[in-house]
């Protein structure tokens, strides 16, 4: 069973930075496609980022192109998103998730962490 545990979530104001962090276990994080998703208060859960196992290519959604930057340690098991100049709208919950094929819904998820962008 693969466990992803997100952490780094916080407070922060407009235009400042923030770097969250997945932690994989239970099955080596090579074998993943991994990503990064986003539900924002009354939305729906969106794809943020994609990172494939050996970590290029990635894509981006719109909203967070050439703002965020995803990327993985298959060593250490983790996988990172890099968010800079955030704004009011990144505010959301950010969820970590993991599939071992590179099509098709995401087999497992993190609990999520609280990103919250004041303005």
């Avoid at 952490?7 to 962090?21: C, F, I, P, T």
């Avoid at 859960?45 to 995803?70: M, N, S």
Wanted: charged letters at 20%; one cysteine or more.
């Amino acid at each position: 069973q693969v466990q992803l545990v997100e952490s780094g979530g916080g407070l922060v104001q407009a235009g400042d930075s923030l770097k969250l962090s997945c932690a994989a276990s239970g099955r080596a994080i090579s074998s993943l496609y991994m990503a990064w998703f986003r539900q924002g208060p009354g939305k729906e859960r969106d794809l943020v980022a994609e990172i494939t196992w050996g970590g290029l290519p990635t894509t981006y959604a719109d909203p967070v192109k050439g703002r965020f930057t995803i990327s993985r340690n298959n060593i250490k098991n983790t996988v990172h998103l890099q968010m800079d100049s955030l704004k009011a709208e990144d505010t959301a919950v950010y969820y970590c998730a993991g599939r071992p094929r590179n099509w098709g819904q995401y087999d497992y998820w993190g609990q999520g962490t609280q990103v919250t962008v004041s303005s």
